[in-house]
């Protein structure tokens, strides 16, 4: 495997967990937006969807079934991180957030997939 290649989901994940740890200000990410999303919620799609497809890319998926894995790891590492986040005083796990992960990760994956469907 190319290790410069290896960098980028290591890095979106890396990424991802130190947005996901940093202790909030009160109030912070829950400023409104349109259908009712906050920027915190935007930050989980963002973040998931970006790992996944970094994984992806990284991983050079083309089926169905390593993208699925792609997608469980993503979501396991969105887990992992919710459960690290009882460690920081003003952070709390939540299967919300968890459920948004998942949503990123997945509508990442069918982009991925809708688009690699097109370059065949």
């Known amino acids: 495997m190319n290790r410069p290649r290896r960098l980028v989901p290591v890095t979106v994940a890396l990424?991802?967990?130190l947005g996901s740890l940093v202790p909030?200000?009160?109030?912070a990410g829950t400023t409104g937006l349109p259908f009712g999303l906050g920027l915190t919620t935007l930050g989980h799609?963002?973040?998931?969807?970006g790992l996944?497809?970094?994984?992806a890319w990284e991983r050079r998926v083309r089926a169905v079934g390593p993208l699925v894995a792609v997608v469980g790891v993503a979501v396991a590492f969105g887990v992992g991180v919710e459960l690290l986040q009882s460690l920081?005083?003003?952070r709390q796990?939540?299967?919300?957030?968890a459920?948004?992960?998942?949503?990123?990760a997945t509508a990442a994956a069918v982009v991925w997939s809708l688009g690699r469907?097109?370059?065949s």
């Open 52 to 55: 996944t497809v970094a994984l």
């Open 45 to 49: 799609l963002a973040g998931y969807g």
């Open 15 to 17: 990424l991802v967990l």
């Open 99 to 104: 459920l948004v992960n998942g949503i990123g």
């Open 117 to 119: 469907s097109n370059v």
């Open 24 to 27: 909030l200000s009160g109030g």
């Open 88 to 90: 920081v005083p003003t």
């Open 93 to 97: 796990p939540s299967v919300a957030d």
